[in-house]
Every structure is written in C-alpha cells, then in structure tokens.
C-alpha cells in the first residue's frame, strides 16, 4: 500500500508521536503496566493492545509452521489466555480496553484509526477530562 502523504509530513508525524510520551498523558508500549500495553493514557484508564496475527492467534491469519508444531501451538494458547487475564484485569479495574489486530491496520488502516479515535473520544468524555485535543491530532494527522 503506498504512502498518501509526503516524507516531510510523515517525519513531523512521527515526531510528534515521540513527543506524546514527554510529559503528556500518552504512552507509546508502557512496559510499567500490567501486560505491557502498546498505548496507554492513563488518565483516561485507555489501554490499547495491536495483536500480532502470528502471535496471538488470529483465526484468519495465523498458521502454525510445520516444524516444531506442538511447540508453537502451546506458545500460541498460552499467549491467548495471556490476552485473555490481561483483558479481565483491565476489565475489573475498571479501564478501557481496545484490542486490534494487525491485519487490521494493514487492511482497514483508516478504519481502525477511526475506532481508535472513538474509543479515545468516548474514555475521555467518561472520565470528563478537559485535556487538550493533541491525542486526537496526531492520530488523525
């Protein structure tokens, strides 16, 4: 799928991702929480997890290589019912939660954005928060 934006653009986008996690409320792959989230704003108790289809077992994009199977095939139930804990942990601590898929962001990228972009939206207006929009703009930019 080719790149819709320039190189320049794409630069100033990923430079501001970076600069989420100085001193703002967003974490890029926050290893100081349960299950290592791949984003986290903590004050909006928004944890987002991107599966790997290989990894975590998608059943519409994960095969099981064919040496070593029961190796792989135990590896992979145990990251699913890793998935499964760390989802009910949140759950229980009352946060919000998102799961993507990989292939998600490779098939439907604007899609999946957009769902990020409500989940935030609808984390953010139940805690009532008044922070500012910059989640927002970089995810949509």
Known sequence: MPDTITKKQRRKNMQAIRSMGEGNTAKKKCNSLFGKPDFAIKNYKVVIFIDGCFWHGC?????????????????????KLRDQE?????????????????????????????KIVDFITEAKQQVGDSYSNIIFNYLTS
Not at 59 to 76: A, D, F, G, H, T
Not at 91 to 109: G, K
């Open 86 to 114: 760390v989802t009910q942990y949140y759950t229980a601590h009352e946060w919000n939660i998102l799961r993507i898929w990989e292939h998600d962001l490779i098939i439907e990228l604007e899609e999946t954005i957009d």
């Open 59 to 79: 059943k519409y994009r994960s095969n099981v290589p064919k040496s070593n199977q029961e190796y792989w095939i135990q590896k992979i139930s145990r990251n």
